[in-house]
T-cell receptor
Framework: NAGVTQTPKFQVLKTGQSMTLQCAQD?????MYWYRQDPGMGLRLIYY???????DKGEVPNGYNVSRLNKREFSLRLESAAPSQTSVYFC???????????????FGDGTRLSIL | RKEVEQDPGPFNVPEGATVAFNCTYS??????FFWYRQDCRKEPKLLMS???SGNEDGRFTAQLNRASQYISLLIRDSKLSDSATYLC??????????FGAGTILRVKS
């Protein structure tokens, strides 16, 4: 049982390059999330998808786009990478049966992205 | 002011010690609370949920104080393997989690 799978695990980009981070979950979860983690900042929500077909901005969406391709997959795209986007990116998923019911999230093992 | 605040530590304790972390949150409408554990360069993993009446899981005890808006985690009989960063997590509404920056625990022999 893979859980949440992220690819790639490491990536180095030059400023201005674009790339897509991939995330897939096999737990039949409805909701998926993208976070970034920077030293001393904790995890910050970039975008989330409460259910298939919907996406919403989180705390730090600027410079990113997302696509909920199907129930399993949720991708994060950097259209023009900037050094400020150097970070560790985590994808997560949860089973959200309804609004107001807090559900823990399961995380992928992260993508370490460096922008030069 | 951050929505969820934690003492970053590090807390350096000997094996067998009891250690406690606190976490404060600013939004009184917060609904659900969790402690996650994150090992160095790894993903966060759920340690335990925090219930209003307090709850225990082996050596770990979590408490919630809604009036003062803080949650706590107590670890008894610390093990070397408890060394990690402990993240306080709050859900305000729906399923959007807000993470604290984490408290570093180092257990030494």
């Amino acid at each position: 049982n893979a859980g949440v799978t992220q690819t790639p695990k490491f990536q180095v980009l030059k400023t201005g390059q674009s790339m897509t981070l991939q995330c897939a979950q096999d737990m039949n979860h409805n909701s998926m999330y993208w976070y970034r983690q920077d030293p001393g900042m904790g995890l910050r929500l970039i975008y989330y998808s409460a259910s298939e077909g919907t996406t919403d901005k989180g705390e730090v969406p600027n410079g990113y786009n997302v696509s909920r391709l199907n129930k399993r997959e949720f991708s994060l795209r950097l259209e023009s990478a900037a050094p400020s986007q150097t970070s560790v990116y985590f994808c997560a998923s949860s089973y959200s049966p309804g609004q107001g019911l807090g559900q823990p999230q399961h995380f992928g093992d992260g993508t370490r992205l460096s922008i030069l | 002011r951050k929505e969820v605040e934690q003492d970053p530590g590090p807390f350096n304790v000997p094996e067998g010690a009891t250690v406690a972390f606190n976490c404060t949150y600013s939004n009184s409408a917060s609904q659900s609370f969790f402690w996650y554990r994150q090992d160095c360069r790894k993903e966060p993993k759920l340690l335990m949920s925090v219930y209003s009446s307090g709850n225990e899981d082996g050596r770990f005890t979590a408490q919630l104080n809604r009036a003062s808006q803080y949650i706590s985690l107590l670890i008894r009989d610390s093990k070397l393997s408890d060394s990690a960063t402990y993240l306080c997590v709050v859900i305000k509404y729906g399923n959007k989690l807000v993470f604290g920056a984490g408290t570093i625990l180092r257990v030494k022999s």
